[in-house]
C-alpha cells in the first residue's frame, strides 16, 4: 500500500508541476496579449492556446485535488451515519468514480487517437492539438489513480 501511496504522490506531484507551468504560460500569454492589444498588436491565436492550456490545468489537477479531498463534498446526510458507513459510502463513491472517469479517461483518448489519425489542426494557428488532448485524458487517468488507491487503503486494515 506504501508503494501506491508514494506512485500516487509522485505522479501527481508532476502532474501539478506540469499544470503549474501550464498555469504560467497561460498568465504570460493572456496578460501579454492584453499590453499587445493596447498598442494594436494582440497575439493571433491567443483565445486557442488558451483554451488548450486551461484544459491541461483542469486535468492535472484532478488526481491531486482527489488525494487531498479539497473538492466540494455534501456530507449533510451522511454525516450522521456511523463511522463505518461512512467508510462504506465513501468506498462506494471511490468505485464510481474511478468507473465513470476510468471511461472518460479512455474515451477522450479514443478522441485523441481520431484526431491524430485524421491529422486535424486547430482553427486559427493551425497546430495539432491531440497531445492537449492526450493531456486531459492523462489527467482523469491519473484521478481514477488517485480513486483506486483512495478505495484500496479503505479496504486494507488500519496500521496501529
Known amino acids: 500500500m506504501k508503494?501506491?501511496?508514494?506512485?500516487?504522490?509522485?505522479?501527481?506531484?508532476?502532474?501539478?508541476?506540469l499544470g503549474g507551468i501550464?498555469?504560467?504560460?497561460?498568465?504570460?500569454?493572456?496578460?501579454?496579449?492584453?499590453?499587445?492589444?493596447?498598442?494594436?498588436?494582440?497575439f493571433r491565436g491567443?483565445?486557442?492556446?488558451?483554451?488548450?492550456?486551461?484544459?491541461?490545468?483542469?486535468?492535472?489537477?484532478?488526481?491531486?485535488t482527489q488525494k487531498n479531498k479539497d473538492h466540494i463534498v455534501v456530507d449533510i446526510l451522511t454525516e450522521k451515519f456511523p463511522k463505518k458507513i461512512q467508510t462504506y459510502i465513501e468506498a462506494l463513491a471511490d468505485v464510481v468514480i474511478m468507473i465513470f472517469?476510468?471511461?472518460v479517461s479512455w474515451q477522450v483518448y479514443v478522441w485523441g487517437m481520431k484526431i491524430y489519425e485524421s491529422h486535424e489542426v486547430s482553427e486559427t494557428l493551425k497546430i495539432v492539438f491531440h497531445p492537449f488532448v492526450f493531456a486531459v485524458s492523462v489527467g482523469f487517468a491519473l484521478l481514477c489513480f488517485s480513486a483506486s488507491v483512495d478505495f484500496l487503503k479503505k479496504l486494507s486494515p488500519k496500521e496501529e
Open 101 to 103: 472517469f476510468g471511461i
Open 22 to 42: 501550464a498555469v504560467l504560460a497561460l498568465m504570460l500569454l493572456a496578460t501579454g496579449n492584453v499590453i499587445l492589444r493596447i498598442f494594436h498588436l494582440p
Open 3 to 17: 508503494y501506491l501511496e508514494a506512485i500516487n504522490n509522485f505522479l501527481n506531484r508532476i502532474s501539478m508541476i
Open 46 to 64: 491567443t483565445y486557442e492556446i488558451v483554451s488548450f492550456l486551461g484544459a491541461v490545468v483542469i486535468a492535472f489537477a484532478l488526481g491531486y
